[in-house]
């Protein structure tokens, strides 16, 4: 963004007036013309119209939006199934095992969800693995489980769709959509997932800049996605203390800035099951929609992600701390 001073005005004062509203400017070389002041993108969020009452300011020129459907996002709530998400409602807690491993078990799982005040049931029937040995998943039989077991409970479904040729059998059970962190720019994928028309849960690619997920969601939306909910799951660090860095920051950028909606994942975001409740705690605060949480009957016998997933009593214990 750029601020025009105006001639008969001192760009010094112009520049204290913006930075007492938060704004970085830095001076640009007029070359005998108008002083004209740079806004830079991590200054708070300030309307145009306030900026032109600024005195001394004579225009401001903003670049065109490159996320109009987003824009049209702004402030909106999502219906998941019946649950409600965004403003107006409260917080909401989904959670359930990294992968649907037996019709046992994501019972089991979805029993402990609903005691937890847990809306939506996650489970992954396809599961992206680093290495191409471990378990990836039982596959379409496995959705069927996760369906029944959540209508068995009263809850909605949210699951990954990992490929193309998944998205039909994905849609085709669940409530919400998941694009993994993997396949955040698998803009193929965001295509054919958008062209459901079903709502979609977008997680953060671990490398990715806000701007980055941001136009990953309009994508969704130009496909055809009625809804995108954003969802925080750590990036990228240099510290082994945990898997990834949860970026709170990223979380307040989208609620307190752009508005939209947001979840965070703690249970990947930093791989330690002892964390997740201190930073659900966290997100909520940061303005988070709601929680994506890990969770399994008995991690002990988990076969993907067991050290991150929260037992049935720590389910509970952040249910009633953040949810009942």
């Known amino acids: 963004m750029l ?16 930075q007492g509203l938060g704004l970085w400017a830095q001076r640009l070389d007029s070359h005998n013309g108008p002083t004209t002041l740079l806004i830079a993108p991590y200054s708070a969020t300030v309307s145009i119209e306030t900026l032109r009452a600024v005195a001394g300011v004579q225009d401001v ?37 990294c992968s ?32 191409p040995y471990p378990f990836d998943g039982h596959g379409e039989v496995a959705l069927d489980w996760l369906r029944a077991a959540a209508d068995a409970h009263g809850l909605g479904v949210v699951t990954e769709a990992m490929s193309e040729q998944h998205v039909d059998q994905v ?17 193929a994928l965001l295509r054919v997932v958008g062209a459901t028309g079903k709502p979609v849960l977008l997680k953060r690619g671990r490398a990715a800049t806000i701007d980055e997920w941001l136009l990953a969601g309009e994508h969704l939306l130009a496909a055809g996605a009625p809804d995108v909910i954003f969802c925080e799951r ?21 609620k307190h800035q752009h508005e939209l909606l947001v979840l965070v994942d703690p249970s990947h975001a930093t ?40 037992q049935p009593d720590a389910l509970q214990a952040l249910g009633e701390a953040c949810f009942l």
């Open 234 to 254: 750590g990036i990228a660090s240099f510290d082994a203390s945990t898997r990834n860095l949860l970026d709170l920051s990223a979380v307040a950028v989208l």
């Open 271 to 310: 791989g330690r099951a002892d964390l997740v409740l201190p930073l659900s705690k966290a997100a909520l605060a940061a303005g988070a929609d709601g929680l994506l949480i890990e969770t399994h009957p008995d991690r002990r016998l988990a076969q993907s992600d067991g050290p991150q997933a929260l």
């Open 3 to 18: 601020v025009t001073v105006n001639q008969h005005a001192d760009p010094e004062q112009v520049q204290a007036e913006l």
């Open 100 to 131: 649907v491993e037996s019709e046992e078990q994501i019972q089991s799982a979805a029993l402990m969800v609903r005691a937890a005040g847990g809306t939506l049931l996650r489970g992954g029937a396809y599961k992206p693995r680093t290495s």
């Open 171 to 187: 849609a085709r059970v669940a409530d919400l959509i998941q694009v993994g962190s993997r396949n955040m720019q698998n803009f």
């Open 61 to 97: 020129h903003a670049a065109r939006s490159a996320r109009p459907r987003l824009d049209e996002r702004v402030r909106q709530a999502a219906s998941i199934g019946t649950t409600v998400i965004g403003p107006g409602a409260p917080p909401v807690l989904m959670a359930g095992p």
